[in-house]
Structures are given as structure tokens and as C-alpha cells.
């Protein structure tokens, strides 16, 4: 797929007020500072599009993006909630499975993993939780340049192995650097497809 044009549409705490539902939406989520803005930035060729905080937790609203006048991109708010209030968390954790679980027009949620450290429980339950309503998701390893490559594949097999006590197949894993580019076709690609057999 070929990105022509991407920019920012809304951000969003009210579930009632997103986008018509009228076009295929792909949703990016993962632990606080986990790279989510480098990778978004990074998938639509637009070093400024989301933006990149080196304090975890900037993302407090669900923020629409239009990419080719054809498909929204969604930035969500990071689950890991870094340094904000219990009332803070509780309201974000109410908007996000309000938005996860009701989005009609939400095709696939790419759940961001460290590719640095061991599988954490909290990527593991959130997870947990997509698979038990049946929402469709892909891991997405960030981070992959920081990195051997020797290590890099032994973190997987660490967490290929952890998802297995739980699940009879493994998801959709991509491996991905937001500077090296490394994983931006492979996202893409999976992408286009969806497109082709979204129905409005």
C-alpha cells in the first residue's frame, strides 16, 4: 500500500462523537512509552502526524486519522496509564472497552509489545481480554533495532511460549522498528487486505 495522504481528523473522549462508521478503522494500542506514536508515524511516512512525548502516557483521547480518504488509523490511549489518577484510569479503561467492544466499523487492533523485555502481565490480560471477545488483533514487536537479532528472535520464542499455555494458535506477530522501517509493509499489506473485504 502506498500512503498519500494521512492527517489527523479528531481527537476524542466521547464514544457518541467519533467518525461515521462508514469506513474500515485500525486501532494502535499498547503499554504507556511502548513507541506508538514512532510507529504511526513511521506506517504513513509522517514524522509529525502523532505526537511523540518522552513522557509515558501522553495519550488521553482517541485520535482519528484519515488515511487516503479511505481508512482511519486510531491512536489510543496506552493501558498502562503511567503516573495518573485511579479516576483518571477508571474512566480511560470504561472509554477503551467501549470502543473496543462497540466499534462496528473497527477491523483489527494492533496490540504494541516491547520487544526489549519478557512478556508483562498486563500485555498478556489485555490480550487475553481481546481473544475472549472474539476482537481481532495482531501483536506488533516495536522497538526490533534496539536489538541482536539473536536476541531479538529468543524474546519471541519467550512470548510464543507464554501466549501458548493459554492460547491453541498464535495471533498475527510482526516485528517492527520505527527507524529502521522494518514491519511497515507487512502492516500495510495486512491493511490493504482488510480494505478489499470491508462491507459498509
Request: glycine residues 6%; charged residues 25%.
Amino acid at each position: 500500500m502506498i500512503i498519500k495522504t494521512a492527517s489527523f481528523l479528531q481527537s476524542n473522549t466521547d464514544i457518541k462523537k467519533l467518525p461515521k462508521t462508514d469506513k474500515p478503522e485500525y486501532a494502535f494500542i499498547g503499554r504507556s512509552n511502548v513507541g506508538k506514536s514512532s510507529l504511526i508515524n513511521m506506517l504513513t511516512g509522517n514524522n509529525k502526524l502523532a505526537k511523540v512525548s518522552a513522557t509515558p502516557g501522553k495519550t488521553i483521547t482517541i485520535n482519528h486519522f484519515i488515511i487516503n480518504d479511505e481508512w482511519y488509523l486510531v491512536d489510543l490511549p496506552g493501558y498502562g496509564f503511567a503516573k495518573r489518577s485511579q479516576k483518571d484510569r477508571e474512566m480511560w479503561k470504561k472509554m477503551l472497552d467501549a470502543y473496543i467492544l462497540g466499534r462496528q466499523n473497527l477491523v483489527m487492533t494492533f496490540v504494541l509489545v516491547d520487544s526489549r523485555i519478557k512478556p508483562q502481565k498486563i500485555d498478556l490480560d489485555f490480550i487475553a481480554g481481546l481473544g475472549e471477545n472474539q476482537v481481532p488483533f495482531a501483536i506488533v514487536f516495536t522497538k526490533a533495532d534496539k536489538l541482536g537479532s539473536g536476541q531479538l528472535s529468543a524474546n519471541i520464542e519467550v512470548y510464543k511460549k507464554e501466549l501458548l499455555k493459554e492460547w491453541e494458535e498464535l495471533p498475527t506477530m510482526i516485528v517492527t522498528s520505527s527507524e529502521k522501517k522494518t514491519g511497515r509493509d507487512e502492516i500495510l499489506n495486512l491493511i490493504e487486505g482488510y480494505n478489499k473485504d470491508f462491507v459498509k
